[in-house]
């Protein structure tokens, strides 16, 4: 079975802001790249506070500054069934593809790349 997402996880173990800009920019290239690849899932974890971490801002600011790159982007709180966009994806990728794309996480962010 062929996989549409890939799955990136910089919280475990953490990487320094800087790392996870330039891991970012390299799996973004590869899945444009791709003949394939559509769905990037980035684990950042929630941050160890509860309010939400380092790497959580650092994703969704790079996103913010690339999002010419992308057709969209899903905080993991609002991955859930009923987005429209989780909707899309699932159609496009499977409905059995990534158990994340279907309730509320946090911990990660959804990225459907051009």
């Not at 390299?26 to 790497?55: F, P």
């Not at 994703?59 to 899903?74: K, M, Q, T």
């Amino acid at each position: 079975m062929q996989s549409y997402i890939v799955t990136l996880d910089i919280a475990h173990p953490p990487v320094t802001s800087d790392d996870a800009e330039i891991i970012l920019e390299v799996e973004l290239r590869k899945i444009r790249n791709s003949t394939s690849l559509r769905v990037l899932k980035i684990i950042h974890g929630y941050g160890s506070k509860g309010r939400g971490g380092t790497l959580k801002d650092v994703v969704r600011n790079w996103l913010y500054v690339n999002r010419n790159l992308v057709r969209c982007s899903i905080d993991g709180e609002q991955a859930n069934i009923f987005n429209n966009n989780i909707q899309e994806i699932l159609k496009v990728c499977g409905h059995n593809v990534d158990t994340d794309l279907r309730s509320p996480n946090r911990g990660i962010t959804i990225v459907w790349v051009k």
